[in-house]
């Protein structure tokens, strides 16, 4: 299994041993692949966004077979997927971007 951690309210491995005794806080940690977000980036966006694409284009509408059958067609759609290596287009207007980002702007007393 793969966690992706948005480094905003990331969780640790420690977590898992608050939670659980400690043989089996280490048999999910084993079992668990961390995989941590960049921290000044929109990349949970970018997973969700690709996650969205396997399910609709991959797992939708289809009995689940056997998991080394289901492991092949994934591992087939990310190959095909990660070859085109497209990129995401985070634009947005000024007039957008002064009100979003307003606390980052200076405060002018006139």
Not at 70 to 98: H, M
Request: hydrophobic residues 35%; aromatic residues 10%.
């Amino acid at each position: 299994m793969t966690l992706v951690c948005d480094n905003l309210h990331t969780h640790t491995k420690g977590a898992f041993y608050e939670a659980f005794e400690p043989a089996r806080a280490r048999a999910y940690i084993k079992r668990i692949n961390f995989c941590y977000t960049p921290k000044h980036g929109s990349w949970l966006n970018v997973a969700a966004c690709d996650l969205s694409c396997l399910t609709s284009q991959c797992l939708r509408d289809r009995r689940s077979g056997a998991l080394t059958e289901r492991q092949s067609e994934i591992a087939a759609w990310c190959n095909k997927t990660n070859a085109t290596q497209r990129g995401v287009d985070w634009q947005f207007r000024i007039e957008n971007a002064r009100v979003k980002l307003k606390r980052l702007y200076p405060k002018i007393k006139a």
